[in-house]
């Protein structure tokens, strides 16, 4: 097995910080036996003393890089890989690949404990297989948070990192816009019925809200009224108005946009996202998201689908001057300070880049909103760091919904980076589409794309 030979200081720091985790951690090690696949790997599993596990799929044509994966919200076993199909195909190209569950055993919001796992979860492996000739980092959605604060430490002596469908706004932003379209749906679908937003005491009490708010949004959808109100709580959720298995729509079907909008709120996004909220409230100690002096007229003005807003509300004869001072008017949620400031210790990302990262995303995703990429991008060019940067958007509906071949190209171009301390015109949409296909696997749909403002009504 390759060998790592040399570190910068700053990455030999970071090892030997590692080091010390895996020692305080206490972590422990097994070796099962290869596991059958079409590529013959070493599968190591381990625990860590905050009761997290770890997995490990090590190929004896084992090219020197290893790949820390860490996985989505939800998650409570250990994966290496977003997919089965991708783990597959690393292996058979050589890449070792690795990831813990995280510490879930109080909350799936584990981002208090994800990225030190992850850290001793390097290190660990390390132990046993040696040290890699690279290490890159990989997340996908809540994972892709992770993986980007990975990133702005560099801990683990990583080199690289590739992010996939990144919740990178954070916690706190995800949370305000979230609760400024459910308190829109409260507010002007369901005004004589109490619904519970916020400091949810269990998972299934979120759920009930979530049912709420999806029954008021199918019971609206059957009046002119209800769509242009659905049209308005989907501008401030950031939803996008091209659902999976449609067409999109052409820029001026104002029903049809409106039509792929309910779809996602009909299939249940709000009854996932509720109940994820006690997860995250729990974490963080409180309620972390708030709209007391929300000005609602103007965050709706920041929103891309600001248009279609107005047109359905004139078409339904409706005042939407009324409705928005309505909702300023009533606005009244606080959010717990020392949840905010939790929120932003443990759960944002951007503040600064230690290595290189590129992050891939849909241009229609319903559960983290493409438009989070434009607010990470800000963070980070804010914080000098804009060079370590790249961005890349595949043409698709849906959360994570990349080919495998999108992901390998995505890795190969990351891995020219690393090499070169360029990324050249590897990380470009049209050279992201050549490798894709070149692969001959199951297609790639990258294209230029600018992500909108993200629609929300506070600033960090």
């Known amino acids: 097995m390759a060998v790592r030979t040399r570190r910068s200081a700053t990455r030999t720091f970071a090892a030997l910080a590692t080091a010390v985790v895996l020692s305080l951690t206490g972590a422990s090690v097994s070796t099962a036996a290869p596991q059958a696949s079409a590529t013959a790997a070493e599968r190591l599993t381990g625990t860590l003393a905050d009761g997290a596990t770890w997995i490990a799929d090590v190929p004896e044509n084992w090219n020197g890089t290893l790949i820390v994966f860490s996985h989505g919200f939800g998650g409570r076993a250990a994966q290496n890989a977003p997919r089965e199909a991708v783990r597959l195909r690393l292996l058979e190209e050589g890449y070792a690949l690795t990831g813990s569950s995280y510490d879930v055993s109080e909350t799936l919001w584990a981002l208090e404990s994800a990225e030190r796992d992850q850290v001793a979860t390097i290190a660990a492996v390390t132990e046993k297989i040696g040290e890699p000739t690279r290490t890159l980092a990989m997340g996908q959605s809540m994972g892709g948070l ?31 816009y979230q609760l400024d379209a459910e308190y829109t749906i409260a507010r002007l679908l369901l005004p004589d019925t109490p619904v519970k937003l916020v400091d949810f005491a269990s998972e299934a009490e979120g759920a009930v809200t979530g049912q709420q708010l999806t029954d008021a949004v199918v019971a609206a959808q059957k009046t002119p009224e209800g769509r242009a109100r659905i049209a308005l709580a989907a501008a401030y959720l950031n939803l996008p108005a091209w659902a999976p298995g449609k067409d999109r729509p052409a820029a001026g079907d104002r029903a049809e946009q409106q039509a792929q909008q309910y779809e996602w709120l009909a299939q249940g996004i709000l009854n996932r996202v509720e109940p994820a909220r006690y997860h995250v409230e729990k974490a963080l100690g409180g309620n972390n998201s708030g709209n007391k002096g929300v000005d609602y007229a103007r965050v709706l003005a920041t929103s891309q689908h600001a248009p279609l807003v107005k047109a359905l509300y004139r078409e339904a004869g409706l005042d939407l001057r009324a409705d928005l001072e309505n909702l300023t008017a009533n606005a009244k949620i606080k959010a717990d300070p020392s949840a905010v400031a939790a929120g932003e210790r443990t759960s944002s990302a951007g503040q600064g880049l230690a290595v290189p990262l590129l992050d891939i995303h849909t241009t229609a995703d319903d559960l983290v909103p493409v438009e989070q990429e434009n607010r990470f991008a800000d963070r980070v060019r804010a914080s000098g ?16 919904s990349f080919t495998v071949a999108e992901t390998v190209a995505a890795l190969h171009a990351l ?10 015109a590897a990380a470009t949409p049209g050279a ?29």
């Open 146 to 176: 992770v993986n980007a604060r990975l990133a702005g430490s560099g801990a683990g002596g990583i080199d690289g990192a590739l992010g996939l469908c990144g919740l990178v706004a954070g916690a706190n932003d995800l949370h305000t």
């Open 385 to 400: 760091d804009g060079s370590l940067l790249r961005q890349a958007y595949v043409e698709r509906q849906g959360h994570c």
């Open 432 to 460: 992201l589409q050549t490798a894709a296909t070149a692969l001959g696997l199951d297609g790639a749909a990258y294209v230029p794309y600018r992500p909108a403002e993200l629609t929300i009504g506070r600033r960090p």
């Open 415 to 424: 891995e020219s980076r690393v090499d070169s301390g360029r990324w050249g």
